[in-house]
DNA sequence: TGGACAACTGGACCAGCGGTCCAGTACGTT
DNA sequence: AACGTACTGGACCGCTGGTCCAGTTGTCCA
């Protein structure tokens, strides 16, 4: 994105305008009373600079989590253990739980917005891995650490679980109240369950 | 509602015709694809006769989740074990996470629906519980359940993140590819695992 | 049976949304 | 300095949830 032939000054002015302007609004409001146009207006720019750098309300919302992302996806790709490569699975993956909690708390509107904003446009049955390159790197990370230490489970379908209370109104709530220790300490205490339980069968 | 001065028979039909007519959309097409007008359409009647009998979007897929769960309150406050009362809390608990993913499952935008209902009007900083009083009943009686078995966690929390699930754009995806019982499978090794897990401090 | 009143009805209407478009602007290059 | 192009911004579009009210219809009472 950033190589080969740079966007041209403005162009990258602009961009992190908006996106900061975004990032701004949706820490003081609702992800969906923010309209396409406010994020313009706040960002001092037109709605068609937000399109054309966006393309949708998705695609700004989306570039706003992977930036925010960044830091977590390089931690734990090559950074240290607990939260790099290293440390045992079960550790790694209440780390990484704690991580997530981190981020979305300092950016609570965001998984909401994401999730609203593919809501609008609603491309019927792709598949979300596809279309959140961050969900999926999530989601990916979190099935695998599972599967390692629990291969009788159904990972995949529990790292959604997990995941799902990020995206849950009450949850987000909460974590507007300030609860987000509070929130992280739960799914830590979930995840330990569930890397603890008695050996079962997926089928029963 | 239906007591005391009884609605018109006319009014009476066009409810019903409306709350078929949202069934039905509801089934085929996603929450978000669903314009009011569409159902007043389907139903046979104007837009304003929809608003004027549910007072807007989310009054609308409200009153249908109530009817749809009707069922299920009444089986689980008054009728037989070990969905009603008499079972052991743990056996209710995962009969009663079974009897949602069925409701769920056979209603599969109407969950989402709802979010996405309120996410439009958006009354800021209202207590979900009041808001959704189907919502409210379903984490409060999963709450009571978890606190009578473990009441060393912390249940309100994870009654909330059991039923986050449900409301996942992820999951929702798998409901529709017919894939309810695997569903239903995780959740209740998720509950078991939670209610079997080892004592721990909730502050930890 | 009929008359009167309220409750219900439906579609024109409104403001605001996400997204498109394209004439004009200003950057980077030579 | 001058040129081509990528970027810009705001008018514009179709559509939405929700409002409004003149007209209709069911119900109740005499």
């Keep these: 994105m950033t190589q080969d032939r740079p966007e041209r000054a403005d162009a990258a002015r602009n961009r992190r305008a908006i996106l900061l302007a975004t990032e701004e609004l949706l820490a003081r409001y609702r992800p969906e009373q923010i309209s396409m146009e406010q994020v313009a207006a706040a960002a001092g720019v037109g709605k068609g600079t937000v399109f054309h750098r ?8 989306h570039a706003l989590m992977a930036e ?5 996806t390089e931690a734990v790709s090559v950074g240290p253990p607990p939260l790099g490569p290293g440390a045992p699975a079960a550790e790694r993956l209440l780390a990484f739980l704690d991580a997530i909690v981190d981020v979305i708390a300092r950016n609570k ?5 994401l999730g609203h904003a593919d809501t609008t446009t609603a491309k019927s049955d792709e598949d979300p891995r596809t279309a959140h390159p961050v969900y ?9 650490l599972l599967t390692a230490e629990r291969p009788d489970l159904d990972a995949e379908l529990q790292a959604h679980i997990l995941l799902a209370g990020l995206q849950s109104r009450s949850i987000l709530l909460l974590l507007e109240q300030g609860e987000a220790e509070r929130l992280a300490a739960a799914l830590r205490s979930l ?9 079962e069968d997926t089928t029963g």
């Excluded at 393309?55 to 919302?61: I, K």
């Excluded at 925010?68 to 977590?72: C, D, E, I, M, P």
């Excluded at 995840?191 to 050996?199: E, K, N, Y």
Aim: hydrophobic letters at 60%.
């Design 54 to 61: 966006f393309g949708s309300r998705m695609g700004l919302m």
């Design 68 to 72: 925010r992302a960044l830091a977590l």
């Design 109 to 113: 509107g965001l998984l909401a917005a």
């Design 136 to 144: 999926g790197f999530w989601h990916g990370h979190i099935a695998d």
């Design 191 to 199: 995840a330990r369950a569930l890397l603890h339980a008695p050996t």
